[in-house]
């Protein structure tokens, strides 16, 4: 089973950056498609961003389209998140999770996930 990692969180002033890292271990990288989903306080945890074994055809919520890239690094066994134009509403806790690369239509769904990192904070606040 594979383990995830998230690292890079921290707080941002409006209109900032930040870029998300998710390092996988204990089984190999390209079984997996991998997504990012963000969780603020009081709010059920939600999709962000997907990106299959292959590394094409990616897929955004539309709230963060044009801001936010995924992108990942097979010799790495990283998957990251490049956050751009970043607004409070962007708060939250962010965790990335591990399907089964067939699973990939599914990428939206919570349920499609066999894997999760422990979560890191993003506040972007004046």
């Known amino acids: 089973q594979v383990q995830l990692a998230e690292s890079g969180g921290g707080l941002v002033q409006p209109g900032g950056s930040l870029r998300l890292a998710c390092a996988a271990s204990?089984?190999?990288?390209?079984?997996?498609?991998m997504g990012w989903f963000r969780q603020a306080p009081g709010k059920e945890r939600k999709f962000v961003a997907a990106?299959?074994?292959?590394?094409?055809?990616?897929y955004y919520t539309d709230s963060v389209k044009g801001r936010f890239t995924i992108s990942r690094d097979s010799a790495k066994n990283t998957v990251y998140l490049q956050m751009n134009s970043l607004k409070p509403e962007d708060t939250a806790v962010y965790y990335c999770g591990a399907m089964p690369k067939d699973k990939y239509y599914y990428a939206g769904q919570i349920k499609s996930y066999v894997a999760w990192g422990q979560g890191t904070q993003v506040t972007v606040s004046s």
């Open positions: 204990g089984d190999t990288f390209s079984n997996y498609a």
């Open positions: 990106i299959p074994w292959s590394g094409a055809g990616t």
